[in-house]
């Protein structure tokens, strides 16, 4: 064993095939962990990126083997209870327990609140906020029996200020905070921390596809370099355009480490700078 801030810990990350999850998972392992990958590789949900592939989660479980570490690897729904608990109690039986949980599986889609269909808002908080809460349900009793364990939940810069076209995403992504407090104060006693990241704009396959970049761009064929431009704009630290995954993954990093031993109940916004921008508005409406 090297000396890795996680030697020795078992970590369980949701959505680990690819984007931010796959940087948790590499991270955990560069850093001592085995780990258990979650991640559905048949399409579940209506959106216009396509989701994680089964090459996916070869790849991610090719990565960690490389740092020489183990990886179980699970294709399962998040919103399916009795196939996460079944994740769990594989990655138990294989790896022999579970120190660490990263919920991290998300999508997102964008319509104004009042065109949202039902199925885009079902989605969403199935996804992002009920997937979440089953993710800990499975961990905690584990948890809880071993007096130990660390939890983060991926939010967002949109749980905690709202966004255009995102109200199902925004209170999704608000609710898993809520969540994440109330996580924190039950496992508080037992031992276990729980706290959350709320990422600003991070370049992954959810983010990067072409109708996002038409988003961004303000026109139809978007390009990487205008989406690159709209990156520069979102935060307030220079030089710094769309967040690699990576940096998710070096907090996510702390705070499942001692270094964070007594930090319970917090989210850290890892966003540039870019809730500390009041912002004008540009557009006024004049009747």
């Not at 959810?206 to 704009?233: N, P, W």
């Not at 690699?244 to 916004?269: E, F, K, R, W």
Request: charged content about 20%.
């Amino acid at each position: 064993m090297g000396l890795g801030l996680l030697d020795g810990k078992v970590a369980l990350i949701t959505g680990g095939a690819r984007g931010q999850g796959r940087a948790h998972a590499v991270t955990c392992a560069r850093e001592g962990a085995d780990v258990i990958i979650v991640d559905i590789t048949k399409p579940v949900a209506e959106v216009e990126y396509p989701l994680a592939t089964a090459e996916d989660h070869t790849e991610t479980v090719r990565q960690v083997e490389a740092l020489g570490r183990r990886i179980v690897a699970v294709d399962a729904d998040v919103r399916d209870q009795s196939a996460i608990d079944a994740a769990v109690s594989r990655g138990i039986d294989e790896l022999g327990k579970i120190d660490i949980l990263i919920a991290n599986a998300g999508i997102w889609t964008h319509n104004p609140f009042w065109e949202i269909t039902e199925q885009q808002w079902d989605e969403m908080v199935g996804i992002n906020l009920t997937g979440v809460w089953k993710s800990a349900k499975a961990v905690a009793p584990h948890m809880i029996e071993r007096g130990s364990g660390s939890i983060v939940i991926t939010s967002s810069a949109n749980g905690i200020e709202p966004g255009p076209n995102n109200a199902h995403y925004v209170a999704a992504k608000h609710g898993v905070l809520g969540l994440m407090k109330n996580i924190a104060l039950e496992l508080g006693p037992h031992g276990v921390r729980c706290n959350a990241i709320s990422p600003g704009a991070t370049r992954t396959p959810m983010t990067d596809f072409q109708a996002a970049r038409d988003i961004f761009a303000g026109h139809e064929g978007g390009t990487e370099a205008e989406l690159m431009e709209a990156g520069y704009r979102y935060g307030i630290l220079r030089n710094t355009t769309w967040l690699d995954p990576q940096a998710i993954a070096d907090t996510a990093l702390y705070l499942n480490s001692h270094l964070a031993a007594n930090v319970t109940g917090v989210t850290i916004p890892v966003e540039s700078g870019h809730l500390l921008i009041a912002g004008v508005n540009d557009n006024p409406v004049r009747e």
